[in-house]
């Protein structure tokens, strides 16, 4: 089974910066996309950002030219770096990926998910 895991969420002021890591552990074959998301309280999860393995990159239109998303195949770790934060962006963030993985001893497609970290920010 895959699990992942997410990092770097905390509180910041109007302005500033975060950067979230989530790593995917397990016995992997290949992770294809992985992705960021978000829920605020009372609305409905949304899409952040998504990049294929091979770096090709998919943002929410609201949030162009502010988060990056990244990703380091050989650590299976995609990265959001988030600028220019807003009060609004304050949300429950969670990573996924779609992977090959092994699973009653047969390679198999799946998609995982974090638990989700806190971003607070400030006004």
């Known amino acids: 089974q895959v699990q992942m895991v997410e990092s770097g969420g905390g509180l910041v002021q109007a302005g500033g910066s975060l950067r979230l890591s989530c790593a995917a552990s397990?016995?992997?074959?290949?992770?294809?996309?992985m992705g960021w998301y978000r829920q605020a309280p009372g609305k409905q999860r949304e899409l952040v950002a998504t990049?294929?393995?091979?770096?090709?990159?998919n943002y929410a239109d609201s949030l162009k030219g502010r988060f990056t998303i990244s990703r380091d195949n050989a650590k299976n770790t995609v990265y959001l770096q988030m600028n220019s934060l807003k009060p609004e962006d304050t949300a429950v963030y969670i990573c996924?990926?779609?992977?090959?993985?092994?699973?009653?001893?047969?390679?198999?497609?799946?998609?995982?998910w974090g638990q989700g970290t806190q971003v607070t920010v400030s006004s």
């Open positions: 996924n990926a779609d992977y090959v993985g092994l699973l009653d001893s047969r390679w198999s497609p799946g998609t995982a």
């Open positions: 397990g016995t992997i074959f290949r992770i294809n996309a």
């Open positions: 990049i294929t393995s091979g770096g090709s990159t």
